[in-house]
């Protein structure tokens, strides 16, 4: 073989390398963004003092607080009925779309991944018109003896 295609060989095996050594540390860095072993992200979901309607949320309760965690599963059409929360809550849509609405007619759309501050002491209901199943997690701030939600079955869903 002759020096120029020796030289030409080198220079091929040479880029062919450098681009598979960039091409696997890229994949070794996209791993490592993946794994979440190797370092942990914090993203703020929602930082808030109004419900998902706009309106202020009210002070907290004297007293000892009660805590309680709701997971929350609406097949696909399932209408949940009117209803309002003496206590502050919140939540995060884990799957589907959900939409919320409010006597005076407001409606708001909870999507996959959001987060959602629920409306105090105002009657409203929600609704899976989506297309799968929705999965909510929902957070209350009660105390003891407290109902996390006081139905009203005398107002008719449509």
Same mark, same amino acid.
């Given at each position: 073989?002759?020096?120029? =295609?020796? /030289?030409?060989?080198?220079?091929?095996?040479?880029?062919?390398?450098?681009?598979?050594?960039?091409?696997?540390?890229? =994949?070794?860095?996209?791993?490592?963004?993946?794994?979440?072993?190797?370092?942990?992200?914090?993203?703020?979901?929602? =930082?808030? @003092?109004?419900? /998902?309607?706009?309106?202020?949320?009210?002070?907290?309760?004297?007293?000892?607080?009660?805590?309680?965690?709701?997971?929350?599963?609406?097949?696909?059409?399932?209408?949940?009925? /009117?209803?309002?929360?003496?206590?502050?809550?919140?939540?995060?849509?884990?799957?589907?779309?959900?939409?919320?609405?409010?006597?005076?007619?407001?409606?708001?759309?909870?999507?996959?991944?959001?987060?959602?501050?629920?409306?105090?002491?105002?009657?409203?209901?929600?609704?899976? =018109?989506?297309?799968?199943?929705?999965?909510?997690?929902?957070?209350?701030? @009660?105390?003891?003896?407290?109902?996390?939600?006081?139905?009203?079955p005398e107002i008719p869903l449509e």
């Amino acid at each position: 073989m002759n020096k120029k =295609r020796i /030289w030409m060989l080198a220079a091929i095996l040479t880029i062919l390398c450098g681009t598979m050594t960039v091409m696997t540390a890229c =994949r070794d860095a996209n791993a490592q963004d993946e794994d979440p072993v190797q370092q942990v992200v914090s993203t703020e979901l929602i =930082r808030t @003092s109004q419900s /998902w309607d706009g309106e202020e949320l009210p002070d907290y309760f004297e007293g000892r607080p009660e805590l309680v965690a709701m997971k929350y599963v609406f097949p696909v059409g399932q209408k949940l009925g /009117w209803h309002h929360h003496p206590v502050m809550n919140y939540g995060i849509l884990v799957q589907g779309e959900l939409t919320i609405i409010g006597q005076d007619g407001k409606e708001k759309v909870v999507h996959e991944g959001e987060a959602v501050v629920e409306m105090v002491g105002t009657i409203h209901h929600g609704e899976n =018109r989506g297309l799968k199943p929705v999965i909510l997690y929902m957070f209350y701030l @009660s105390q003891e003896g407290l109902p996390l939600a006081v139905q009203h079955p005398e107002i008719p869903l449509e």
